[in-house]
């Protein structure tokens, strides 16, 4: 019943900057605990960010700490992530998860609704 949709991906190059959004639909999006998570070609999913339902809280994976970084604004029913100082390694399809639970987890079977994710791509 939950619709997420991300959007903001594209081209660019090695140090410069993207923000995405991702779209909450079919319910309130503060019911949710929020993910980040990446996924490059012939990789696992990778969890790269959460935060909490309420945005107090965040959390990061260790290589994107202090480059990225992720907000909410729940009047909006819209999540962002922040990228900043964009590496090639960066590249990967992004896909943002919602957690019913309220928990920030960092493994990818533990949320309960998925985007279609947006790809991100870094030339170097």
């Known amino acids: 019943q939950v619709q997420l949709v991300e959007s903001g991906g594209g081209l660019v190059q090695a140090g410069g900057s993207l923000r995405l959004s991702c779209a909450v639909s079919?319910?309130?999006?503060?019911?949710?605990?929020m993910g980040w998570f990446r996924q490059a070609p012939g990789k696992e999913r990778e969890f790269v960010a959460a935060?909490?339902?309420?945005?107090?809280?965040?959390r990061y994976a260790d290589s994107v700490k202090g480059r990225f970084t992720v907000s909410r604004d729940n009047a909006k029913n819209t999540v962002y992530l922040q990228m900043n100082s964009l590496k090639p390694d960066d590249t990967a399809v992004y896909y943002c998860?919602?957690?019913?639970?309220?928990?920030?987890?960092?493994?990818?079977?533990?949320?309960?609704?998925w985007g279609q994710g947006t790809q991100v791509t870094v030339s170097s």
């Open positions: 935060i909490t339902r309420n945005g107090v809280n965040t």
């Open positions: 998860a919602a957690d019913a639970s309220g928990t920030m987890w960092a493994i990818a079977n533990q949320y309960d609704y």
């Open positions: 079919g319910r309130t999006a503060s019911s949710y605990a």
